[in-house]
């Protein structure tokens, strides 16, 4: 299952690709969120101008 560790290979190497994985994938979730506000936001304003137009 584990791979083993080859000689000359640095382990911090793995840590940092974890790492940074880590963080792309935290920054797509926050873009994912702010995308469903600005959608909601968008819909909300779009509703309100029909409403508007109804009289």
């Keep these: 299952m584990a791979k083993k560790a080859r000689t000359g290979h640095h382990s911090?190497?793995?840590?940092?690709?974890?790492?940074?994985?880590?963080?792309?994938?935290?920054?797509?979730?926050?873009?994912?969120?702010?995308?469903?506000?600005?959608t909601a936001a968008k819909t909300r304003g779009m509703q309100q101008k029909a409403q508007a137009k109804r009289g």
């Design 12 to 38: 911090h190497q793995d840590s940092e690709r974890a790492l940074a994985k880590n963080t792309a994938a935290e920054a797509r979730a926050k873009a994912a969120v702010r995308d469903l506000h600005n």
